[in-house]
Nanobody
Framework: QVQLVEPGGGLVQAGGSLRLSCAAS????????MGWYRQAPGKQRELVARITNGGTTNYADSVKGRFTISRDTAKNTLYLQMNSLKPEDTAVYYC???????????WGQGTQVTVSS
């Protein structure tokens, strides 16, 4: 089992910045990739950014050049640096961990990010 905890989130004005973090515990050695997803009201959950153990990253087109995903494996912590935030970035952001061997996916509880115009 893997547990994911996401403190942070909050309210920020458009154009501002915010950094999300996600602390992983449990069988963290079994994690193969981690990512951030978000879900806005009335919309489906979507991938924001993802990083593999090998360091390969991918981003949603809507956040490229503004968001940066990173991972501190020594601290078992995932980060999402969000710059130039827009009102359309408002959503609940979820941390995700992938366990390929058992085809498992673990989720954090979600944290609200609100960008005011």
């Amino acid at each position: 089992q893997v547990q994911l905890v996401e403190p942070g989130g909050g309210l920020v004005q458009a154009g501002g910045s915010l950094r999300l973090s996600c602390a992983a515990s449990g069988r963290t050695f079994s994690i193969n990739a981690m990512g951030w997803y978000r879900q806005a009201p009335g919309k489906q959950r979507e991938l924001v950014a993802r990083i593999t153990n090998g360091g390969t990253t991918n981003y949603a087109d809507s956040v490229k050049g503004r968001f940066t995903i990173s991972r501190d494996t020594a601290k078992n912590t995932l980060y999402l640096q969000m710059n130039s935030l827009k009102p359309e970035d408002t959503a609940v952001y979820y941390c995700n961990a992938e366990q390929w061997r058992f085809n498992n996916a673990y989720w954090g509880q979600g944290t609200q990010v609100t960008v005011s115009s």
